[in-house]
């Protein structure tokens, strides 16, 4: 559980590139799932480690004004000013999940995400770190992520809430930054 802290450490210290391996790395199981539960929703899901990565995988139930699951790192300093952009490699349903980053431990409070539709196969997706939009309770405010905002994330993760019930399935082999 403490390696994936230790890489996350010093994936933000250094203006280097450094990537989160979830294929090599063993500490995937810090990262915790967040559903809409935690406000009376009914979706429901789990995420662990395997061979290929991070699996997170799940039902989205729109039961009770429920809509999202999540599953999102551990709370920490994460200095992104030194980097451009940000590359996750994943394949899975072909649903819209969101990376995000957290400024706030509060939920209310503004995140900053970016949208990406996995397929079957593995692929690449490249994110430019200013392209993240600041989104508040899930409506997007028009405001992107400066360098000073970049400086301060404390967390990050990956929600899947496109409004959709169904089954979903996400495979992360890495996030790397540059």
């Not at 935690?38 to 995420?47: E, I, L, Y």
């Not at 590359?87 to 503004?110: C, E, M, N, Q």
């Not at 539709?117 to 692929?123: D, F, L, R």
Request: net charge negative.
């Amino acid at each position: 559980m403490k390696a994936l802290a230790f890489i996350l450490v010093l994936a933000f210290t250094s203006p280097q590139g450094h990537s989160i391996d979830f294929g090599t790395d063993t500490g995937g199981n810090d990262w915790q799932v967040v559903n809409d539960d935690v406000m009376g929703g009914r979706s429901t899901s789990t995420a662990y480690l395997k061979d290929s990565g991070l699996y997170f995988s799940g039902y989205v139930s729109l039961e009770n004004n429920g809509g999202f699951a999540s599953v999102r790192s551990p709370y920490q300093n994460m200095d992104l000013s030194p980097y451009k952009t940000v590359t996750i490699r994943h394949r899975g349903s072909s649903r819209k999940f969101a990376l995000s980053f957290d400024r706030h431990t509060v939920w209310y409070k503004p995140n900053y995400k970016h949208e990406f539709v996995p397929s079957e196969e593995w692929q690449e997706t490249t994110i430019a770190l200013k392209d993240f939009k600041e989104s508040q309770v899930g409506r997007y405010n028009g405001e992107t992520m400066s360098e000073d905002t970049q400086a301060k994330i404390i967390r990050m993760g990956i929600i899947l809430y496109d409004k959709k019930a169904g089954p979903f399935t996400l495979e992360v082999d890495y996030i790397r930054f540059d």
